[in-house]
């Protein structure tokens, strides 16, 4: 009988966490997911060969979640109760429901997960749904640890902070009784990566991420009429030679072109210094989205194709740690062609870095 770590899936989306799970290489396999957008679900269909349920969350009882016989659940429950946008109005936000719920039937398992990995936004350490989260864990007896990290640290070019939790339940932990030595007393918020030192990995080229072709494809080109509404804003124009980008949002490839995310420069790259007063200056920048497939290759999604200098970097430093390196294990991140550019972007701006979920299960909750 196989004793590979069996993981359930919460608010699965097109997978980011099961790919993650993938990456690491780690005994482990996620037995199901549970979701409610059904374009996620048929993008997660086409991939995984396997439909999340679509149940909301706050209505499965602890029979439905038993009977998985779950030793892990990875969560990435919505972010916007915990943003500016959302109006980070935390448990009232109707949108914390599904993750309280599931905060509340973890007492009432006669088998709690042994496991658990939740993904959020930069913010939600300071919230009252987390705080209620790690009560919960450090009642029942596991071992907590935060972090807020992002893409860069492990030599991706990409911004994206993100709040990450682990949590493991040693065999035989009975509920704590004493709440005299409380967790949310004595716990600090690492941001370090790996954990112990911090390492400096190289950041490679955006040039290395990108499709070449799409510069000509009207599909991705940013409309003027959006560059004339941007009244001296300092957009973040990256090049074939950046090392960095922004943090890719939802409203990436819409018209809020603002904070979305980068945006391309494809023409007269010796233009460096930009005039933010005339926006007619930035039309001949040839400025244009990063597509989908880039996205994808920054937030580690497993594809068929990564440029060679993202796949040949195979040293492992400090702790085992490794540098980037393309994911390429399958089965691959790929769109059923009824799955709209714009609905491609929402998806991929609402989802996770795989790589670096894939680290910290790998080198860290895994680790035995
Ligand atoms: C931040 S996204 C997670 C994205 C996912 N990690 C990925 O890689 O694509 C949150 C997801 O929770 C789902 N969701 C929100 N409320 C839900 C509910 N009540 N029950 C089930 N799923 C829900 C949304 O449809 C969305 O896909």
């Given at each position: 009988m ?27 396999q ?27 969350i ?51 398992l ?16 300071s ?43 040693c ?9 005299s030595?409380?967790?949310?007393d ?7 990566w790996?954990?112990s ?36 804003f ?24 603002m904070?979305?995310?980068s ?30 497939t ?54 991929l ?12 299960l ?7």
């Amino acid at each position: 009988m196989s004793d590979s770590i069996r993981c359930l899936e919460f608010f699965s989306g097109i997978g980011g966490l099961h790919y993650a799970v993938n990456i690491a290489g780690v005994d482990a396999q996620v037995i199901a997911a549970f979701d409610v957008n059904e374009i996620a679900n048929k993008v997660y269909e086409h991939n995984f060969k396997k439909k999340p349920l679509n149940k909301t969350i706050e209505r499965l009882t602890p029979n439905d979640i038993a009977k998985y016989k779950a030793d892990c659940w990875l969560l990435s429950p919505p972010c916007q109760p915990y943003t500016q946008g959302g109006r980070e109005k935390d448990c009232d936000d109707p949108r914390a429901k599904p993750l309280m719920h599931l905060i509340d039937l973890l007492p009432r398992l006669a088998d709690p997960p042994r496991y658990l990995f939740l993904e959020n936004v930069k913010n939600f350490e300071s919230s009252q749904s987390r705080r209620k989260l790690v009560e919960q864990l450090d009642a029942l007896g596991y071992e907590i640890h935060e972090c807020l990290l992002s893409p860069i640290q492990f030599g991706i070019p990409n911004h994206r902070l993100r709040y990450y939790l682990t949590a493991r339940r040693c065999h035989n932990t009975q509920a704590k009784n004493d709440v005299s030595d409380s967790y949310v007393d004595r716990c600090t918020i690492n941001t370090t990566w790996p954990f112990s030192e911090e390492a400096h990995f190289e950041l490679p080229e955006l040039s290395i991420f990108l499709q070449p072709e799409a510069d000509d494809d009207e599909r991705y080109k940013v409309p003027f009429k959006d560059l004339k509404r941007l009244h001296n804003f300092r957009l973040d124009i990256v090049r074939p030679d950046s090392r960095k980008t922004s943090c890719v949002t939802k409203s990436y490839g819409s018209h809020h072109i603002m904070t979305s995310g980068s945006m391309m420069q494809t023409k007269k790259l010796e233009i460096t210094e930009y005039d933010w007063s005339n926006s007619e200056s930035l039309t001949e920048l040839g400025l244009r989205f990063l597509t989908p497939t880039e996205i994808a290759r920054l937030h580690a999604f497993p594809l068929e194709k990564y440029h060679e200098g993202v796949i040949s970097n195979t040293t492992s430093v400090m702790g085992g740690c490794r540098p980037f390196i393309g994911p390429t294990v399958q089965p691959y991140l790929e769109f059923p062609s009824s799955v709209t550019i714009g609905q491609r972007y929402r998806l991929l701006g609402n989802s996770l870095n795989c790589w670096v979920v894939a680290e910290l299960l790998r080198c860290h909750l895994f680790q035995r």
